[in-house]
């Protein structure tokens, strides 16, 4: 068991609980959370939730027990598949099902793990569990994502994703028509004021814009593809979701769970169709492109002959 005594900074007069913790000590929003559903933390002897406010002038008492940092377990997932590979990047294919890094809660197989089950070295760069990762997928979203294999490489990528160099390409089948059927979506996201699992519009969070036009409409639902300009978590669900045009399949954010069954979904239609970037050893634009899976085409099926 850990503990610490602290005052609460002017900075963090009125930030809620979890939030000002998770700042101070440098834990995770959801371990912070955590903590104080424990009942770890205590504002001047009383014992305090996670939603309640942080004041100046008090003294903040923290008590928690660490936890195991998630490793990463070589494992053999046959679906994902390696589209290019040399001695800086590798770009890979990412199926539905798995994450991208080992992380608290996930017991399912990661894009590192698959990675280390296949014979594949990355670069040790950043936290352990998340060595050569330079961005993410969700594990419910398919498609491309680009590797670090070496340290030079991921300073590289990681600079240029930081300063939105990157093209990131998606396509998305979202519910209904977007009105206008072309446009940016210019909203902050941050967590969710309700759910730890979660993401929102909200006017605390980090800017955020997402770009989007038509490919085809149908009868329930429009296909779209998606330029993102930042890369926030969740960041095409929720932007969809407050346009009130959710991904299909997407529950979490809003679809509608009959069409959902109907079309055989049991996640968002989402896919990395494309991904490109300038190649941090050879200083060339290279671009990579992605085939629909099987579950997303046979949803697709479905709504085009509707």
Known sequence: MESRTLPVPDGLDGSRVDAGIAKLLGFSRTFAAEVVEAGGVSVDGRTVGKSDKLHRDTWLSVEWS???EPSIVPVVVPELEVVYDDDSIIVIDKPVGVAAHPSVGWTGPTVL???AGAGYRVATSGAAERAGIVHRLDAGT???MVVAKSEAAYTWLKR???D???DKIYHA???????PFSGTIDAPIGRHPKSDWKFAVTAAGKPSITHYETLEAFRAATLLEVHLETGRTHQIRVHMAAQRHPCVGDTMYGADPILSARLGLTRQWLHAMR???IHPETREYVSF???YPADLRHALDIVEND
Not at 173 to 179: E, K, M, T, Y
């Open 66 to 68: 660490p936890r195991e």
């Open 113 to 115: 793990g698959a990675l």
């Open 142 to 144: 398919s498609g491309l």
């Open 160 to 162: 240029a994703f930081h």
């Open 164 to 166: 939105r160099e990157v």
């Open 173 to 179: 089948l979202v519910q209904g028509h977007p009105d």
């Open 275 to 277: 991904l490109g970037f």
């Open 289 to 291: 492109e992605s085939r």
